[in-house]
């Protein structure tokens, strides 16, 4: 793990999950715990409206907090209603928390390799839809991480469970001054959430 991360990381075991975010929280973790007692492969589909801002944050800090956890076999996924593009500050924002961005392609769709260690795969990000060819067709769960693909897609095929994950989009902050801060302000929400996450899971360890 990328030291920055790490210290990033260990800022967030003081971070307080209220009891509302637990309840949504929960049926995750669940999910997971599941799949570690049965020793099966996790697959965790992110979605969101566009796949540019908040799906890829949390893939991202799941697929980063399920390592930090020592948490096995987990592959996490991100997809959209619609295929757009990873919006540029998400990359930004995540390159000032410490992870290593390496942009693949100039095409008005990057490719983007997340890298939080030098020595795991990194993450592949890119927009695309949730049912593309390069997500789970099947055995995964599907998280919907704003409420406007929650209530557009009520059912997400091949999903074992669809489950909606909310977060508020930074993107009603773009083009002002707060832009930076509520970019920072939402990863680091979802940072600590995915934290609270994978902390609870038992006998995931190596």
């Known amino acids: 793990m990328y030291p920055k991360i790490q210290a990033l990381i260990e800022t967030l075991a003081n ?3 209220v009891e509302e975010r637990k309840e949504v929280l929960n049926p995750l973790i669940d999910y997971i715990q599941d799949k570690v007692n049965a020793n099966q492969e996790i697959r965790l589909n992110f979605i969101c409206t566009h796949n540019s801002r908040r799906s890829h944050l949390t893939q991202i ?3 980063t907090m399920a390592f930090h956890f020592q948490i096995q076999n987990i592959f996490c996924y991100s997809g959209g209603t619609q295929a757009t593009a990873m919006f540029p500050k998400i990359a930004e924002t995540l390159d000032k928390q410490g992870f290593q ?11 983007y390799a997340v890298k939080f260690s030098d020595n795991q ?11 593309d060819l390069f997500n789970p ?9 704003c409420s406007s693909a929650d209530e557009g897609c009520p059912f997400i095929a091949g999903a074992e469970k669809r489950l909606p994950i909310r977060y508020d989009d930074p993107k009603a902050f773009d083009g002002t001054y707060l832009m930076d801060e509520k970019y920072l302000e939402r990863s680091m929400e979802i940072a600590s959430e995915m934290y609270f996450v994978f902390s609870k899971i038992k006998n995931g360890r190596l």
């Not at 390496?102 to 490719?111: A, C, I």
């Open 121 to 131: 795969h990194p993450i592949i990000c890119f927009s695309k839809t949730f049912d």
């Open 15 to 17: 971070f307080v999950t």
């Open 61 to 63: 800090w799941a697929q």
């Open 137 to 145: 067709d099947s055995q995964f769960a599907a998280l919907m991480t």
């Open 101 to 111: 961005i390496l942009q693949l392609s100039q095409v008005s769709n990057p490719v």
